[in-house]
Structures are given as C-alpha cells and as structure tokens.
C-alpha cells in the first residue's frame, strides 16, 4: 500500500492550506486514516484521525477548532483543511492508514502504512 501526501507549502501565519493523501488501494474504504506530524527538533506527534466512513473524527489540543479532517472514499484520498495557521504548526506532516478502520486510530502503533511526509512552513 502506497500513500502519497501532498498540499504543503508556505504560509503567513493566519492562513490556510489543505493537505491531500492519496492511498493505492481500493481497501482504503475500509481504513482508519490519521495525520502526524513532526516539528523541527521535536518528536512525530498526532494531529488528526478519522474512522473508515467519516463518521468519527479525532484532534489534538493544538489543533482543534483550527483543521479539519475529511475523506472521499470514491477518490481513495484522505484530507487536511488547515486553517488560521500559526508557526508552532510549521512540521513536515505525515498521513498514514489503519487496516482496522472501525474506531478512530490515534496512536503511532495502531497505523500499518506511512506516507513520505509534506513540509508546512508557516511564518509570523
């Protein structure tokens, strides 16, 4: 299984971008799908996650309120809507899969597949 992230850039602070996640499979329907990220010098960190049909969704403290987290199973593509951008967010951000989709994967163990990681640099 390949995942293939993409959408990053750099941004001012206040700004938005959408980050995009495109997965091999067909099986990507039946995928908990997640977002991590790691920022400069930090470890990899949790952002989002969502269940295999869209119906349950997860955020980080840092993040909540600010992005938002959505899935076409038609395109086997995950999403990220990133927004009022702030430059604690500046991290190469990773997507990543659960062949176990039924709850809302969140921790690093629970994900089989890991995408390449998209850089997001946002500056005050």
């Known amino acids: 299984v390949q995942l293939q992230a993409s959408g990053g850039g750099e941004v001012q602070a206040g700004g938005s971008l959408r980050l995009s996640c495109t997965v091999s499979?067909?099986?990507?329907?039946?995928?908990?799908m997640g977002w991590f990220r790691r920022p400069p010098g930090k470890e990899r960190e949790f952002v989002s996650g969502?269940?295999?049909?869209?119906?349950?969704?997860e955020y980080s403290d840092s993040v909540k309120g600010r992005f938002t987290i959505s899935r076409d199973n038609g395109k086997n593509t995950l999403y990220l809507q990133m927004s009022n951008l702030k430059p604690e967010d500046t991290a190469l951000y990773y997507c990543?899969?659960?062949?176990?989709?039924?709850?809302?994967?969140?921790?690093?163990?629970?994900?089989?597949?890991w995408g390449q990681g998209t850089q997001v640099t946002v500056s005050s």
């Open positions: 969502i269940n295999w049909n869209g119906g349950d969704t």
């Open positions: 499979r067909r099986t990507f329907s039946s995928y908990g």
């Open positions: 990543a899969a659960d062949k176990h989709g039924i709850k809302v994967p969140r921790r690093e163990a629970d994900f089989d597949y």
